[in-house]
C-alpha cells in the first residue's frame, strides 16, 4: 500500500506547527518563565532550543522520512528489538489524547459561556464546584458523568475524528492550513488590544524583568529543558508518524528549524497575551501581580475568566481567546490521534477508514472517566506521571538508542543529503551528551520525589494504580506486542 503524502511543504509545516503548539504554551510556558527569572529564563530555554530541541526535531524528521513508518514500525526498522519503544510511544500518545480532550471539552463550554460570563463574579468557585461539580471524590472515586463536560468532549472528538477520518492531504492538511493561520490572527488580535490596557505594561514588565540570580539554579536549567521537550511533542511518536509522509525531496532540516522557531516564538508571544491581562487584572483589583497569577488549569479557567469580567467589551475578547485556546487544543488533539491511527494502520494493514474508527471510537469511551465528578483529579494525576515521568524516559531511552546503539551519523547524513544548509557535529555531541544528561538529572530527580514525598497529596494507592501502574502497564505491553511481533 502507498504510503499517503503531504499536499505541500506549507502543509506539513502548518501540521507539525499545529502539534506542537497546544494549550500548554498558551498556560504553561508563561508561568514556567514568570517563576523561573522572568526574563532570565530566556537564557536557559534558547540554550535548551538550540541543543535540545532543534537536534530533537532535526532527528525524528529525519527518522520518519528514512523509514516512512509509525513510530513502532520506525523503530522496528532500526531493529527488531527496538519495536517496544514505538508501542511506549504510541501508548503515551493514546493517554494524552483521552485526557486533552476533556480540556479542550472545558474551554469549547467556556467559549459559549464567554458571549455572557455567565461565569459570574466569583470565577474559582465557579470552575471547580459548580463547572466541575468536585465534591468530595478523588481520581478512584470519580462519581457520575457529567453532561455538560461530555457533549462539549464529544464535539471535539467529532472534530478529530473528521480529520482523521479523511486522511493525510484532504483531513489532517486542510484543518492545519485553516487552524493555524486562524490561531495566529486571533492571539495577534488579542494582544493588539490588550497591551493598551492600562497596568498591562506591568505585567510585561513582570513577565520580562530578568532575575539573573536564577541562572545558577539548576532547577531553573532542568524547567527550561523540560518545557522544550513538552512542547515540541518530540519522544512520543507524533513528529515519526508526520515526517513519515513527507515527500522524497524534502528539505528536513529547514522544516525542523522552522517547526521549532515558530512553536518557541507563539510561546513568547502567549507568554505577552497573558502577562498584559495579568497586569491590568492587578491594577484593576489593586493587588499584586503575584497574587493573580496561578499555574495551569487555573490561570486558562479561573483567572482569565476573571479578567475577562473587567475587559472592555468582554463579549468579543472573551470568546475570542476561548476559540483560541479551542483551536490550539484541538490541532494538537489530531497529531495525537493520529500517531496512534498511523501505527495501527502499519501494524495491522488496517484501511484508515478503520483505524481511524477503531482509535477515536475507543478513546471516545476512555474518555467519559475525565467527563465525572472526579475527571479533574484523575487528569491531574495521570497528566503528571505521563508528562513527568513517562515521556521523559520515552525521549531519554530514544537518545540512548539513537546516540549510542544505532548510528546517529546515519540519520546526519541522510537529513543533509536532502536538505539545503547541512547540520554538522554539533547535532550528534548535543544528542549524544548534553541532551541525555540533563534528561537523566530531571528524570531522577522527578522519580526520587515523587517515590519520597508522593504528588498532590493523592493517596499512596492511587499512585500505584493510576501512576507507576499504568506506566508499568504500557510497558509490559509494548514488550508483549514487540515478542509477538518477533515469533511472527
Same mark, same amino acid.
Given at each position: 500500500?502507498?504510503?499517503?503524502? $503531504?499536499?505541500?511543504?506549507?502543509?506539513?509545516?502548518?501540521?507539525?506547527?499545529?502539534?506542537?503548539?497546544?494549550?500548554?504554551?498558551? $498556560?504553561?510556558?508563561?508561568?514556567? &518563565?514568570?517563576?523561573?527569572?522572568? !526574563?532570565?529564563?530566556?537564557?536557559?530555554?534558547?540554550?535548551?532550543?538550540?541543543? &535540545?530541541?532543534?537536534?530533537?526535531?532535526?532527528?525524528?524528521?529525519?527518522?520518519?522520512?528514512?523509514?516512512?513508518?509509525?513510530?513502532?514500525?520506525?523503530?522496528?526498522?532500526?531493529?527488531?528489538?527496538?519495536?517496544?519503544?514505538?508501542?511506549?510511544?504510541?501508548?503515551?500518545?493514546?493517554?494524552?489524547?483521552?485526557?486533552?480532550?476533556?480540556?479542550? !471539552?472545558?474551554?469549547?463550554?467556556?467559549?459559549?459561556?464567554?458571549?455572557?460570563?455567565?461565569? !459570574?463574579? =466569583?470565577?474559582?468557585?465557579?470552575?471547580?464546584?459548580?463547572?466541575?461539580?468536585?465534591?468530595?471524590?478523588?481520581?478512584?472515586?470519580?462519581?457520575?458523568?457529567? $453532561?455538560?463536560?461530555?457533549?462539549?468532549?464529544?464535539?471535539?472528538?467529532?472534530?478529530?475524528?473528521?480529520?482523521?477520518?479523511?486522511?493525510?492531504?484532504?483531513?489532517?492538511?486542510?484543518?492545519?492550513?485553516?487552524?493555524?493561520?486562524?490561531?495566529?490572527?486571533?492571539?495577534?488580535?488579542?494582544?493588539?488590544?490588550?497591551?493598551?490596557?492600562?497596568?498591562?505594561? =506591568?505585567?510585561?514588565?513582570?513577565?520580562?524583568?530578568? =532575575?539573573?540570580?536564577?541562572?545558577?539554579?539548576?532547577?531553573?536549567?532542568?524547567?527550561?529543558?523540560?518545557?522544550i521537550f513538552f512542547t515540541l511533542s518530540v519522544g512520543f511518536a507524533i513528529m515519526l508518524a508526520y515526517s513519515s509522509y513527507l515527500p522524497e525531496k524534502s528539505d528536513v532540516n529547514n522544516n525542523a528549524f522552522m517547526t521549532v522557531l515558530i512553536n518557541c516564538g507563539f510561546s513568547i508571544i502567549a507568554g505577552i497575551l497573558i502577562f498584559s491581562v495579568l497586569g491590568y487584572m492587578a491594577q484593576e483589583q489593586g493587588k499584586p501581580l503575584t497574587e493573580v497569577v496561578s499555574a495551569g488549569v487555573g490561570l486558562a479557567f479561573v483567572t482569565i475568566p476573571a479578567a475577562i469580567n473587567l475587559l472592555p467589551i468582554p463579549y468579543i475578547l472573551g470568546p475570542l481567546f476561548f476559540l483560541a485556546l479551542v483551536v490550539a487544543g484541538l490541532s494538537s488533539h489530531i497529531s495525537i490521534i493520529e500517531a496512534v491511527t498511523s501505527a495501527f494502520i502499519d501494524k495491522l494493514n488496517w484501511s484508515r477508514r478503520k483505524a481511524a474508527s477503531v482509535v477515536c471510537g475507543s478513546g471516545l469511551i476512555i474518555s467519559m472517566a475525565f467527563a465525572t465528578n472526579g475527571g479533574l483529579l484523575l487528569l491531574d494525576l495521570v497528566d503528571y506521571f505521563i508528562n513527568n515521568i513517562a515521556l521523559l524516559a520515552s525521549c531519554l531511552i530514544e537518545l540512548l538508542i539513537m546516540g549510542w546503539l544505532v548510528k546517529l551519523a546515519d540519520i546526519r547524513s541522510h537529513v543533509n543529503a536532502v536538505s539545503e544548509f547541512t547540520v554538522g557535529k554539533w547535532f550528534e555531541i548535543c544528542l549524544r551528551f548534553v541532551s541525555p544528561a540533563f534528561l537523566v538529572v530531571i528524570l531522577g530527580t522527578n522519580i526520587i520525589n515523587t517515590l519520597t514525598d508522593g504528588y498532590g497529596g493523592y493517596a499512596q494507592s492511587d499512585l500505584l494504580l493510576l501512576g507507576w501502574g499504568l506506566i508499568a502497564a504500557m510497558l509490559v505491553v509494548g514488550i508483549i506486542i514487540n515478542k509477538s511481533s518477533k515469533e511472527a
Open positions: 500500500m502507498k504510503r499517503e503524502q $503531504w499536499g505541500s511543504r506549507a502543509g506539513f509545516i502548518l501540521a507539525a506547527v499545529g502539534s506542537a503548539i497546544g494549550l500548554g504554551n498558551i $498556560w504553561r510556558f508563561p508561568y514556567m &518563565a514568570y517563576e523561573n527569572g522572568g !526574563g532570565a529564563f530566556f537564557i536557559p530555554y534558547l540554550f535548551a532550543m538550540i541543543t &535540545a530541541g532543534i537536534p530533537f526535531m532535526i532527528m525524528e524528521f529525519g527518522m520518519g522520512h528514512k523509514y516512512r513508518g509509525s513510530a513502532p514500525r520506525t523503530f522496528a526498522k532500526l531493529n527488531q528489538k527496538y519495536e517496544w519503544l514505538g508501542w511506549f510511544q504510541v501508548m503515551i500518545a493514546a493517554v494524552i489524547a483521552v485526557y486533552y480532550v476533556a480540556v479542550i !471539552g472545558w474551554a469549547i463550554s467556556y467559549f459559549s459561556m464567554s458571549f455572557s460570563q455567565s461565569w !459570574g463574579q =466569583d470565577t474559582n468557585a465557579y470552575f471547580f464546584s459548580e463547572y466541575l461539580q468536585l465534591g468530595d471524590n478523588s481520581p478512584s472515586k470519580l462519581g457520575s458523568i457529567q $453532561w455538560h463536560i461530555a457533549i462539549p468532549m464529544l464535539l471535539a472528538w467529532a472534530i478529530t475524528f473528521a480529520a482523521i477520518f479523511g486522511g493525510v492531504k484532504s483531513g489532517i492538511e486542510r484543518a492545519s492550513k485553516i487552524m493555524m493561520p486562524l490561531l495566529f490572527i486571533m492571539v495577534i488580535a488579542l494582544i493588539g488590544r490588550m497591551v493598551f490596557l492600562p497596568g498591562a505594561l =506591568d505585567g510585561l514588565n513582570y513577565l520580562f524583568q530578568p =532575575d539573573f540570580s536564577k541562572i545558577t539554579d539548576p532547577k531553573v536549567w532542568s524547567a527550561a529543558y523540560g518545557q
